[in-house]
Structure formats: C-alpha cells, structure tokens
C-alpha cells in the first residue's frame, strides 16, 4: 500500500434543495453540490470510483439540477491533468447507477466495471420514483435493451451505449490489497462504498450517496432520495463506526 495514491477528479456541481439533503431537516433552498470521481492508483491498476454526469443528459432530462461543468472537469478532461488517458484506467467502480455516478463511464470503453449486482437488476426495471435517478443508461448496451423490453419502450436511438466488460459482487468485498467495498444500501438496492488504505495516514472513506456530507454523519440524517429509509440509516451508521 506504499505505493497506493488517491486523487480527487473533479466533474463539475449540481443544485439539489436542502431539505431533499438533509431529509426533513433542512434548512431548504438551493444547494450546490459537487460531483466527483476518486482515482486510485494502485499496484494492481488504476481504478476510477463514480464518473459523475453527462452534462448534455441532465441539460436535457433534469435541467432543474442546474449543471455547472467545464470540458476540463469531464472524465477525459480530468484524467489529462494527471497526463492519463481514458484507455488506461483498469477498472471502473459504481457505487451505483444514478446519472451523476456513471455519466462518464462512456469514456472508459476499455476498463473491466465493477458494481453490486443488484444495481443491475434494479436499473433494468426501477419503481416509479427511481426513474430520473436511474435515466443515464450509457453504461450498458444490456441495461438499456432489457429496461426497454420490460416497459415495453422504445430505445433511444441518439445513446452513446458500448458494452463493457462487467464484474458484480455482492458483500464487503476487498478488491484490491486495501482497497475495501462496503454495502451500503438504502439509497439504492445495490449501493457500495469505498475505502482505502494507505501508509503513514489513516484510511479515506468515500461514502458515495450513502451519507451526502459530514453534516449528514453528525444529524444522522439521510437524504429524501431512497429506497429504504431504514436501510438507509442503517447504512450510516456502519460508515459512522
């Protein structure tokens, strides 16, 4: 793990009200959040945790978001300051399969992705509530068709898809030596969350949509968007301890 590095990319914000944030809790208003990845460079390869959003997808579909993103702040604008390319990511990780998690996972064509296999399952044929959450189908080719199947809908004919090479798991699992994932669900049925370890510091816990913010931690206050709200403080409180 000496040799392990973690970066922050930064893929731009979005506007979310606080009491959507911080569920019934508040205060309300508009609330700019950022949406992020976490590259880990590590002895076993590069490994990408989230790709964050598609600014043209939430333009188009949930402009009420407000996205605010530069072309530096994609995936591949991202991974250039760093001088790396798309193509040398190894592998991707999903917490899961919400439009501001895998918008950039069209970019990495190449790597192996990893998600909880739920995930999977839910995205073909997410309740009613769950569809804004679940519309950025670009990440799967399968997905998409199997969605369009059940709702008996129509593909979109303008989506990006590629079909990468997928790898599901279920449990706490350990990836990679130190790189560690924690099911968390209640904000999806398939939520993970990441931690890593590295030398001469203590370990660095992506919590994802699991828990939204320190505040969240200190309140024990989940967010308005779930799934199970009890598994959803349930899930918090195993990242709190």
Same mark, same amino acid.
């Given at each position: 793990?000496?040799?392990? @590095? ?5 893929? #731009? ?7 959507? &944030?911080?569920?019934? $809790? %508040?205060? #309300? ?27 043209? +997808? =939430? ?5 009420? !978001?407000? /996205? ?7 995936? /591949? #604008?991202?991974?250039? @300051?760093?001088?790396?390319? /798309?193509?040398?990511?190894?592998? =991707? ?10 918008? %950039? ?10 998600? +909880?296999? @739920?995930?999977?399952?839910?995205? *073909?044929?997410?309740?009613?509530? !769950? ?12 997905? &998409? ?18 079909? /990468? ?24 049925? #398939?939520?993970?969350?990441?931690? =890593?370890?590295?030398?001469? $510091? ?5 919590? *994802? ?27 918090? @409180?195993?990242?709190?301890?």
């Amino acid at each position: 793990m000496a040799d392990t @590095k973690v970066y922050i990319l930064d893929g #731009g914000t979005l506007v979310i009200d606080g009491f959507h &944030a911080f569920w019934n $809790r %508040g205060p #309300g208003g508009e609330l700019r959040f950022p949406a992020y990845s976490v590259l880990v460079d590590h002895n076993d390869g590069l490994y990408i945790f989230d790709t964050g959003y598609d600014y043209d +997808h =939430v333009q188009k579909v949930l402009p009420f !978001e407000k /996205p605010l993103q530069t072309e530096e702040q994609t995936i /591949p #604008g991202q991974l250039a @300051k760093l001088n790396l390319k /798309p193509s040398d990511i190894n592998y =991707v990780i999903n917490s899961h399969y919400h439009f501001d998690h895998c918008g %950039g996972n069209k970019h990495l064509t190449t790597a192996c992705t990893i998600c +909880h296999e @739920k995930e999977l399952e839910v995205c *073909a044929c997410p309740q009613p509530f !769950e569809m804004l959450g679940y519309s950025d189908l670009t990440f799967s080719s399968e997905v &998409a068709q199997d969605r369009a199947e059940k709702l008996k809908t129509a593909l979109d004919p303008e989506l990006d898809i590629f079909t /990468p090479q997928f790898e599901t798991v279920v449990g706490d699992q350990e990836m990679a030596k130190g790189l560690w994932l924690f099911e968390t669900p209640g904000h999806t049925a #398939g939520h993970y969350s990441m931690m =890593v370890e590295l030398k001469n $510091r203590k370990p660095m816990l992506f919590t *994802a949509d699991a828990c939204y913010s320190q505040k969240s931690m200190e309140m024990m206050c989940i967010s308005s968007f779930h799934l199970d709200p009890i598994a959803s403080v349930e899930s918090l @409180k195993k990242l709190k301890d």
